[in-house]
């Protein structure tokens, strides 16, 4: 089986549409992958690190649909059925807004022998708009209960 494996990073998507340029460039990306994976039964996005620009809500609303119309090109331009996607948080993927201060204590006062799922909960919050951004992306398991064997 022929693969398209495509990576991307570090695209650091921001609040406001003009200070986007990959906005402007999904049909050349299709058209790059297109041109080089010509056979391809299969494509997968990886898509690693810094996302968003600081983890806001507004940014991963505009990743969704530059995301989106990326996959429709690709699909459109590469008979590969689905493209899959594959999306890993970076440190800009956090919205540490109301967070500085739990951050600057946790970090200065860590104590592995304290840490508990209250102090989990808290550190993982700041990555909760990726959370919510990624696991739209994530192919759901078939139900058990309906399939047939």
Partial sequence: MRLALVHLSDIH???FEGQNPILLRGKSIATAIASVAVGAQACFVSVTGDIAFAGKEIEYELAARFFRKLKDDIESRLPVGEVSFVFVPGNH???????E?????????????????????ICCKPQEHFESFASSWTPRAPDSHNSTR
């Fill in 101 to 121: 201060r739990v951050r600057e204590v946790v970090l200065d006062n860590l104590d592995l022998e304290q840490l508990d799922n209250s102090i989990f909960d």
């Fill in 13 to 15: 998507f921001k609040e």
């Fill in 93 to 99: 993927d956090c919205d540490f807004s109301d967070q």
